[in-house]
């Protein structure tokens, strides 16, 4: 599922493949290799689907702790 996690990668970081028509997108997908049932999971955009051949959590939560004080030094 590399290949995938790569994929879902590049189309987070390339406007060009994010804003992709259908065709576009799935001509994309068959060039890097993805499998039939992760390119279903993209195009029809099942977040559930994708976390589950990726192996992830639904549940993720990013903080940043600050402390109270900030110290001088």
Not at 27 to 45: D, K, N, P, Q, Y
């Amino acid at each position: 599922m590399s290949d995938l996690i790569d994929f879902l990668e590049r189309m987070g970081s390339d406007s060009q493949l994010r804003f992709a028509t259908q065709p576009g997108l799935e001509e994309a997908l068959l060039h890097a290799g993805i499998a039939a049932t992760a390119r279903s999971a993209v195009l029809t955009g099942d977040q559930r689907r994708l976390e589950s051949l990726i192996g992830v959590r639904h549940n993720v939560c990013n903080l940043i702790n600050l402390p109270d004080e900030i110290e001088e030094g």
